[in-house]
T-cell receptor, first 112, second 112 residues
């Protein structure tokens, strides 16, 4: 079992839809959680960084962390064709030292 | 612009050759990470440095090596190159080991 599980998709939605992207993890030592967006052949771009359970909002993006269920989500409201990209979750594990683990990424297509 | 600079952007070289990829982290960031991403694949963690010292190692081949210099820039050396080494190589930097990382735009390596 991978430490971080993320459905690779692809996920296809119509423009304006609410998108829900998810990752699960197995180790309760994960303490910090991030979402990145990666356009084809470009560097991943940090969207959200959080370390506590609950919701964090930034514009059309909301990151949700549920540490009791070991589950994180990224919601995108009013999705646009420009949101079409691969979304990667990442988590930082604290086991005496810190280690960042990335999910495999979910490919999202938003159709106009 | 993430503030992380990678050079060169593109590199084409022959099998058996050696190349050096360079990364300048964001101002103030002490930690540097190297990742490999093959076509349509996820990010594969190679190695991490913190303030000049190797901090973590991932699936890095023995033909590959890296270092972080006193001015905190880092270099990834790839030797005895094989066709399968063709990939995007990303550098990322973070303030500390438990903070979010910011990625450069990558170096596209093509081995022919």
């Amino acid at each position: 079992q991978k430490e971080v599980e993320q459905d690779p998709g692809p996920l296809s939605v119509p423009e304006g839809a609410i998108v829900s992207l998810n990752c699960t993890y197995s180790n309760s030592a994960f303490q910090y959680f991030m979402w990145y967006r990666q356009y084809s052949r470009k560097g991943p771009e940090l969207l959200m960084y959080t370390y506590s359970s609950g919701n964090k909002e930034d514009g059309r993006f909301t990151a949700q962390v549920d540490k009791s269920s070991k589950y994180i989500s990224l919601f995108i409201r009013d999705s646009q064709p420009s949101d079409s990209a691969t979304y990667l979750c990442a988590m930082i594990l604290n086991t005496g030292g810190f280690k960042t683990i990335f999910g495999a990424g979910t490919r999202l297509f938003v159709k106009a | 612009d993430s503030g992380v600079t990678q050079t060169p952007k593109h590199l084409i070289t022959a099998t058996g050759q050696r190349v050096t990829l360079r990364c300048s982290p964001r101002s103030g960031d002490l930690s540097v990470y190297w990742y490999q991403q093959s076509l349509d694949q996820g990010l594969q963690f190679l190695i991490q440095y913190y303030n000049g010292e190797e901090r973590a190692k991932g699936n890095i081949l023995e033909r590959f090596s890296a270092q972080q210099f006193p001015d905190l820039h880092s270099e990834l050396n790839l030797s005895s190159l094989e066709l399968g080494d063709s990939a995007l190589y990303f550098c990322a930097s973070s303030r500390d080991t438990n903070t979010e990382a910011f990625f450069g735009q990558g170096t596209r390596l093509t081995v022919v």
